[in-house]
């Protein structure tokens, strides 16, 4: 037990290495923008201050979404979803698969399900003993159900779910901004240093002009910048994708199963309305690192492209054992009811004319019966 615990406490210390290696390039890069260039490099007064209000606000927007992605507790299923006492003991003595399933059909009848395994059957999570919501996914790394969980992310040390999603698409956008805004306003200094480093002649690169601290900063900033900037274009443009078609990463590798069958659509409610299930409707707390995400992780609007198999009713017949499913048959309308009403005095208007036909038919016959 006790070389376990120790184990999983190491686990959990280096899980913090990427963390601590983000935090340390944001620290560095915060030096050598602020110190290094702004205040060593550039002589103008105006664009020194422009740049350090630019950067200063993106700065703040980054750290802020990141602290919120890290330490954003996910959300886990709530006691309704967790089997009762005398239940759970049946479903861990039962032996069979099918009696366990029986078992979880009778626990989830009262609950909002929606999504099935591949086999169709209740999923279930043997590991926290609980019957899993809609979008609900079991993470190794945290070792917990997360809701809606979209993948665990080792640069946050967390697992991005329904909680933190939102702060994580938020983290993406700053960090794109606060590269973007370092590399482009860089940019020009980097072209004058490494233009000036590669003349070896010492009147064309002057010490008090340029100094090494800041040659090595200012140029090793821009790479930086850059590489982080294409990197996180990527995974940014890739999630806001994923924003818009209301999936997760796990639900876009592997489409979620209804009752109906698979449907990689079937959370997809518009791409407005999407947004809004991560965003919230209040646009003005968009851009903030503040939770305002719609609904409360367990249950989501679906768009179910077919008609449910499991709400059709059957009757059984008096007279056979056999089941037929009922068909429900809509009430007609005033135009068909006026039609069919008109179409019935027409017919009884036939019969009437048919009928005196032949009332007269058989008094003629009478009448020349009589005359011969």
């Known amino acids: ?153 080792p640069w946050v040390n967390n697992c991005v779910g329904f909680s933190n999603y939102k702060f994580f698409i938020l983290f993406l956008a700053y960090s794109l901004v606060y590269c973007l805004f370092i590399a482009a306003t860089v940019l020009q200094y980097f072209i004058k240093f490494w233009t000036l480093c590669r003349r070896k002649s010492a009147e064309n690169c002057p010490k008090n002009e340029l100094n090494n601290s800041a040659k090595f900063h200012v140029l090793f900033l821009f790479f930086v910048a850059a590489m982080f900037c294409i990197s996180i274009l990527s995974l940014f443009s890739y999630h806001l994708w994923l924003v818009g078609k209301n999936r997760s990463t796990i639900e876009a590798f592997r489409a979620p199963v209804f009752r109906t069958g698979s449907d990689k659509n079937g959370f997809s409610l518009g791409f407005r309305k999407n947004i809004a299930q991560v965003f919230g409707d209040q646009k003005q707390y968009w851009l903030l690192p503040i939770f305002t995400s719609q609904g409360d992780g367990l249950t989501f609007p679906t768009r179910l492209v077919n008609a449910d198999a499991e709400q059709a009713t059957v009757t059984l017949q008096p007279d056979s054992n056999k089941c037929v499913p009922e068909v429900s048959v809509s009430p007609l309308s005033e135009s068909q009811n006026r039609l069919l009403s008109n179409e019935q005095q027409a017919n009884n208007a036939d019969d009437h004319l048919a009928e005196n036909f032949l009332k007269s038919a058989e008094s003629e016959t009478v009448t020349m019966e009589s005359e011969s």
Not at 3 to 17: D, F, N, Y
Not at 24 to 30: A, T
Not at 117 to 131: K, S
């Open 1 to 153: 037990m006790a070389p376990t615990h120790v184990l999983r406490c190491c686990q959990r210390g280096l899980a913090w290495i990427p963390v601590i290696f983000i935090a340390l390039v944001v620290c560095w890069s915060y030096y050598a923008y602020v110190v290094e260039l702004c205040l060593y490099t550039i002589t103008m007064m105006g664009e020194r201050i422009v740049y350090l209000i630019f950067f200063h606000v993106s700065f703040v927007m980054f750290v802020w979404s990141y602290w919120k992605t890290i330490f954003t507790k996910p959300a886990n299923p709530s006691k309704e979803f967790c089997l009762p006492k005398a239940e759970k003991e049946r479903y861990e003595k039962e032996e069979r698969p099918e009696s366990q399933q029986e078992i979880l059909w009778r626990a989830a009848s009262t609950l909002p399900l929606y999504t099935r395994t591949g086999a169709g059957a209740i999923r279930y999570c043997d590991r926290c003993q609980v019957i899993k919501p809609d979008r609900c996914h079991h993470c190794s790394a945290c070792d917990m159900c997360v809701l809606k969980m979209d993948h665990h992310c």
